[in-house]
């Protein structure tokens, strides 16, 4: 099987890579007992299944920093108001900050932070010890 591998095509090397990581990080999650973070433990198995990322730790700060920019331009613009005109606004405002300040990769996950906080948790509390279960 190890010497077929670099005779399955890049999707399929890919999907076997994120299928072993998945795997493996549900099992570990299980084992210690720390089922209530496996979510976290899974996005961050697919992050780092990565082949063509040579710095992969450069990624995940853009990939977090971008997160945290939306995260705070929700919690700031939350506080003049709550309609779909403000979400607009705050989107507006993470993609040009994210891009002014050079975290790109962070892009996707700024806008994804910023609608999250908004809309699923209306921004008025963001408390990291319910999240993470702490």
Known sequence: MAFA???LSP???NSLRIWLAS????????????????W???????????????TPARSIGQIVGGALI???TAMVLHEI????????????????????????????????GCWALELMHRGNQFNWALIFNM
């Open 11 to 13: 999707l399929w090397r």
């Open 40 to 54: 976290l433990a899974l996005v961050m198995a697919v992050m780092f299944v990565n082949e063509n990322d040579l």
């Open 81 to 112: 108001s709550t309609s779909w005109v403000v979400l607009g606004l705050a989107l507006l405002t993470t993609g040009v900050l994210v891009r002014s300040l050079g975290l790109l990769k962070g892009l996707s996950m700024g806008y994804t």
């Open 23 to 38: 795997t493996l990080s549900i099992g570990i999650m299980l084992w210690a007992g720390r089922s209530n973070v496996l």
């Open 5 to 7: 591998l670099p005779a």
């Open 70 to 72: 939306g995260i705070l």
